[in-house]
């Protein structure tokens, strides 16, 4: 089982950038396909950004494309996402999940281990 921990978050300007970190223990982070989701207040959770065992394959929801970057670190058990032109729609809790399917997956059922989430806020 991996245990996974988020940070980064905070308050920013539209148009500001954060990074988000999601550092993985327990287990080798190379074994899991990882996830980026978000999930506002009174919303569900959404799908922000994938990347697979050895970063050869990305995806993100189109919102989020040209302004975010999902990658990885397998050597330090950490995941980022590289947050920038940041707007008011891209508030909410962070969280960072893992999975163990062969294909990587947008849907939040498909992921087996979630992080606690951090908090993104950005005003206009």
């Known amino acids: 089982q991996v245990q996974l921990v988020e940070s980064g978050g905070g308050s920013v300007q539209a148009g500001g950038s954060l990074r988000l970190s999601c550092v993985a223990s327990?287990?080798?982070?190379?074994?899991?396909?990882m996830g980026w989701f978000r999930q506002a207040p009174g919303k569900e959770r959404e799908f922000v950004a994938v990347v697979s065992r050895s970063s050869v394959t990305t995806s993100y929801t189109d919102s989020v494309k040209g302004r975010f970057t999902i990658s990885r670190d397998n050597a330090k058990n950490t995941v980022y996402l590289q947050m920038n032109s940041l707007k008011p729609e891209d508030t909410g809790v962070y969280y960072c999940a893992a999975e163990t399917n062969y294909y990587a997956s947008r849907r939040a059922s498909e992921y087996d281990y979630w992080g606690q989430g951090t908090q993104v806020t950005v005003s206009s």
């Open positions: 327990g287990r080798t982070l190379s074994n899991y396909i």
